[in-house]
């Protein structure tokens, strides 16, 4: 990963008050191996690519953790702890799932298999696109963590295209036509 464009991306997520706060916070719950990831990061780049305002088109903020207790009411907790630590809006707004719990419910949600993984980065390499595959956490001291593992370049080249690690993803058309009615700037590449 670009050392240049993962500092660029750390001062586009420090810019964004509503990302800012999420991380903060979250970073005070000294949960497992959590990051924040998906929307609300690349779409704080987007915004910040083509002028528009922080937290434009963010509908939520997708928070991962890793437990390997992958009962429901093990999540169930955590979720509830999550929204407890947040005033409106945001209590409604970052949406928790424990990623080793994945492989259970995604099949069914999704049609796709999905094999278990060992860890919250894992499940980056997974996602539909490259430029989503992008998480952020707030460490203890005040740094931000960066995990791209199919890099940064497409997050702010502003290209969406399938993940080459996997298979088109069934809703690919769905994806992104919601994209593009919002960034019309965007590339896509089948």
């Given at each position: 990963m670009s050392g240049a464009l993962e500092d660029r991306?750390?001062?586009i997520v420090r810019a964004d008050p509503g990302l800012m706060h999420v991380l903060t916070t979250v970073r005070d719950l000294d949960m497992p191996d959590w990051r924040v990831f998906s929307g609300a990061v690349y779409q704080s780049?987007?915004?910040?690519?083509?002028?528009?305002?922080?937290?434009y088109g963010v509908r939520d903020y997708d928070l991962g953790y890793f437990d390997p207790d992958t009962s429901w009411d093990a999540e169930d907790v955590v979720?509830?702890?999550v929204a407890a630590a947040f005033d409106p809006p945001f209590?409604?707004?970052?949406?928790?799932?424990?990623?080793?719990r994945v492989p259970l419910w995604f099949p069914d949600h999704f049609g796709e298999p999905y094999d278990p993984i060992g860890c919250t980065d894992e499940a980056?390499?997974?996602f539909v696109a490259?430029?989503?595959a992008v998480g952020v956490r707030m460490e203890a001291d005040d740094t931000i963590s960066v995990a791209a593992p199919l890099g940064l370049e497409d997050v702010f080249d502003l290209v969406l295209r399938p993940n080459p690690n996997r298979g088109r993803a069934k809703d690919w058309t769905r994806v992104v036509e919601r994209a593009r009615s919002r960034w019309p700037e965007l590339s896509v590449l089948e």
């Open positions: 991306l750390i001062r780049v987007w915004n910040h690519q083509t002028g528009r305002a922080p937290g979720i509830k702890r209590r409604d707004l970052v949406e928790v799932r424990n990623q080793a980056l390499e997974r490259p430029a989503f």
